[in-house]
Structures are given as structure tokens and as C-alpha cells.
């Protein structure tokens, strides 16, 4: 696997994101899996790990400004 942007080689690494939901609260995601480049630190998230955001983004209804979730498969 490559990076994206520049071909330099990636690592997995666990990481927190934080994530915008629509109704514009934050949601910060903990142990998110992502793909980092040793070279210029691009990341890059797995379709699996996307859809687990996308699916906890969505679900979240919540009026907390900040949302902390913990990545589980
Ligand atoms: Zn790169």
C-alpha cells in the first residue's frame, strides 16, 4: 500500500479524528485504524474504519457539542 500523494510507504496506526456530524456538533473518534504516510504524514481511512464513522455519524443524535466515541469493531 501506498500513500496517495506522494507513493511514500504507509503505516497503520490507531489515531483520534474528530468528525463534524450535520447537525454540526463534533465527534471525536478514538483507536480510529488509518493508513499514515512516513513522508509527508498524509492519512488516509479505510473503507471499513469509513463506515463505521459513517454509521456512528449518522446515529449519534446527540446535542452535546463534542461527542467522544470509542472505535470497536
Ligand atoms: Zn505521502
Given at each position: 500500500?501506498?500513500?496517495y500523494?506522494?507513493?511514500?510507504?504507509?503505516?497503520?496506526?490507531?489515531?483520534?479524528?474528530?468528525f463534524?456530524?450535520?447537525?454540526?456538533?463534533?465527534?471525536?473518534?478514538?483507536?480510529?485504524?488509518?493508513?499514515?504516510?512516513?513522508?509527508?504524514?498524509?492519512?488516509?481511512?479505510?473503507?471499513?474504519?469509513m463506515?463505521?464513522?459513517?454509521a456512528?455519524?449518522?446515529?449519534?443524535?446527540?446535542?452535546?457539542?463534542?461527542?467522544?466515541?470509542?472505535?470497536?469493531?
Amino acid at each position: 500500500m501506498k500513500c496517495y500523494r506522494c507513493g511514500g510507504a504507509v503505516d497503520k496506526i490507531v489515531t483520534d479524528l474528530p468528525f463534524k456530524t450535520k447537525s454540526n456538533s463534533t465527534v471525536i473518534i478514538c483507536n480510529l485504524p488509518v493508513l499514515q504516510c512516513s513522508s509527508c504524514r498524509e492519512y488516509e481511512i479505510e473503507d471499513e474504519a469509513m463506515k463505521y464513522v459513517d454509521a456512528k455519524l449518522f446515529s449519534i443524535d446527540s446535542s452535546a457539542e463534542v461527542e467522544i466515541v470509542r472505535y470497536a469493531v
